[in-house]
């Protein structure tokens, strides 16, 4: 009886393990993305003054989205941190 118990209890920690690192990995894709974002949004910004008649709308929507996915990021972070043991 006292191998099933240990049995399951390897389970449990290993699944622990898989979703930390899950999370993680998620957290690294959405900063990866975000990284990207900011670079589109430069030389979104770069061509606004170059032609400021074209707005900045395009450009407020690229950093909002920019910042929506480093926040993205950083819940997913935590939510690694916070896998417990139940």
């Known amino acids: 009886m006292m ?3 240990r049995f399951g ?6 699944y622990r393990h898989a979703q930390r690192l899950f999370h993680v990995l998620v957290g690294l894709t959405f900063l990866a993305l975000a ?3 900011a670079w589109v949004s430069f030389g979104e ?3 606004y003054l ?4 074209a707005g ?3 450009f407020g929507i690229l950093v909002g989205f920019t910042v929506m996915l480093v926040i993205l990021g950083l819940y997913s972070f935590l939510k690694a941190r916070g896998v417990r043991e139940r």
């Open 3 to 5: 191998a099933g118990t």
């Open 9 to 14: 209890n390897e389970l449990r920690r290993w």
């Open 35 to 37: 990284v990207a974002g």
């Open 45 to 47: 910004w770069r061509d």
């Open 50 to 53: 170059r032609t400021p008649s």
């Open 56 to 58: 900045v709308w395009r």
